[in-house]
T-cell receptor, first 115, second 115 residues
Framework: DTAVSQTPKYLVTQMGNDKSIKCEQNLGHDTMYWYKQDSKKFLKIMFSYNNKELIINETVPNRFSPKSPDKAHLNLHINSLELGDSAVYFC??????????????FGQGTRLTVV | AQSVAQPEDQVNVAEGNPLTVKCTYSVSGNPYLFWYVQYPNRGLQFLLKYITGDNLVKGSYGFEAEFNKSQTSFHLKKPSALVSDSALYFCAVRDRGSTLGRLYFGRGTQLTVWP
């Protein structure tokens, strides 16, 4: 069983389009995250949800909107895609809002390419 | 401010030799420390963590790391490297006093093990 699964794995789309990435975790965790990994492999947190409540919202363009219908799912919707949005987006989950000593589990990533 | 430094972008070692991937951190309080590994086109996999207690922690695949509070370091080590260890390694830190559980990642170190 895949602990944290994202779909799609690859996404190629044109500038200006709107797209969504879905994430589901079956670990029973109550905190989920979206990270962006740029072309230089730098990982930056975008959002964090705890029990469907947004708790971390980094400086991200408001074209990016996360949605958490329940604590096992955290989707990412991106409006008006731009070339600079091309990156790998990772979903992750962990137990507890404060995280503590618990490690985060990552999905396999979604490689978004905007052309 | 919280931060993690991985001073080496690349580490090259011969198979069978010991390897070290360096990490230093800066947090306002006491840290939880983590190492993750990323294989090409894959998500991050958890390797090991320091919570408390023994400064030497052992993790997956024969890796270990030593927490050094005075030097604010958490270097990853393995006594005998394998070609299959070649991957991108990330150090991460979480402030023990954080209410949001945010993980801060280093920029990653590409490990190449030569046969």
């Amino acid at each position: 069983d895949t602990a944290v699964s994202q779909t799609p794995k690859y996404l190629v789309t044109q500038m200006g389009n709107d797209k969504s990435i879905k994430c589901e975790q079956n670990l029973g965790h109550d905190t989920m995250y979206w990270y962006k990994q740029d072309s230089k492999k730098f990982l930056k947190i975008m959002f964090s949800y705890n029990n469907k409540e947004l708790i971390i919202n980094e400086t991200v363009p408001n074209r990016f909107s996360p949605k958490s219908p329940d604590k096992a799912h955290l989707n990412l919707h991106i409006n008006s895609l731009e070339l600079g949005d091309s990156a790998v987006y990772f979903c992750a989950s962990s137990q507890g809002m404060r995280g503590g000593g618990t490690e985060a589990f990552f999905g396999q990533g979604t490689r978004l390419t905007v052309v | 401010a919280q931060s993690v430094a991985q001073p080496e972008d690349q580490v090259n070692v011969a198979e069978g030799n010991p390897l070290t991937v360096k990490c230093t951190y800066s947090v306002s309080g006491n840290p939880y420390l983590f190492w993750y590994v990323q294989y090409p086109n894959r998500g991050l996999q958890f390797l090991l963590k320091y919570i408390t207690g023994d400064n030497l922690v052992k993790g997956s695949y024969g890796f270990e790391a030593e927490f050094n509070k005075s030097q604010t370091s958490f270097h990853l080590k393995k006594p005998s490297a394998l070609v299959s260890d070649s991957a991108l390694y990330f150090c991460a830190v979480r402030d023990r006093g954080s209410t949001l559980g945010r993980l801060y990642f280093g920029r990653g170190t590409q490990l190449t093990v030569w046969p």
